[in-house]
């Protein structure tokens, strides 16, 4: 555990996933972290509390690996933009009526848009079908015309 002083703020940093489907994000092209989710807070911090996710300048803080803890960046609270408020139905605007899925303990919830499209993509990335068509698609060269159309052909046109 850390103490934290004064009116700084200890956050676990949310990164950006390193690929999007099959396009891997090289790390020159990845953007530095720009939010987290506060695990600790100083005696004098009056608007943040744990647990919120909150936004910040990329240049602002010290990004610490600390063990036992992991990744955490130390920021004063002055220094954090906003904090992403979650209320209950402006978060489920994207669940899908309807569709539901069953956890593991046998309680049904319902799904979100997200999560539909991960199970269908994935479901087409593990098929039979576009494991053949991966291996099989060559990509053919275009077909560039070296001869160039005579003035005539031009006026055949009119």
């Known amino acids: ?4 002083t ?7 940093p949310l990164f950006d996933p390193g690929h999007y489907g099959m396009i ?3 790390e020159q092209a990845k953007e530095r972290c720009d ?3 506060i695990k600790y807070v100083g005696p004098e911090v ?3 509390h744990v647990g919120d996710h909150v936004l910040f300048s990329v240049y602002m803080g010290t990004l610490l690996d600390l063990e036992g803890e992991g ?5 004063p609270e002055d220094f954090i933009v906003a904090t992403v408020d979650y209320h209950g139905e402006e978060v489920a605007a994207t669940k899908l009526p309807g569709l539901y899925f069953r956890d593991e303990h046998g309680k049904y919830f319902t799904a979100t848009y997200e999560q539909a499209l991960n199970m269908v993509a994935r479901g087409l990335e593990e098929s039979k079908w576009y494991q053949e068509l991966k291996g099989s698609v060559h990509i053919r060269p275009p077909k560039i015309h070296t001869q ?3 003035v005539k052909d031009y006026d055949k046109l009119r």
């Open 1 to 4: 555990m850390i103490r934290m």
């Open 24 to 26: 891997i994000i090289p």
């Open 35 to 37: 939010q987290g989710i």
């Open 148 to 150: 160039r159309p005579t």
């Open 71 to 75: 990744l955490m960046i130390i920021l």
């Open 6 to 12: 004064g009116n700084k703020v200890a956050c676990t």
């Open 46 to 48: 009056e608007d943040t």
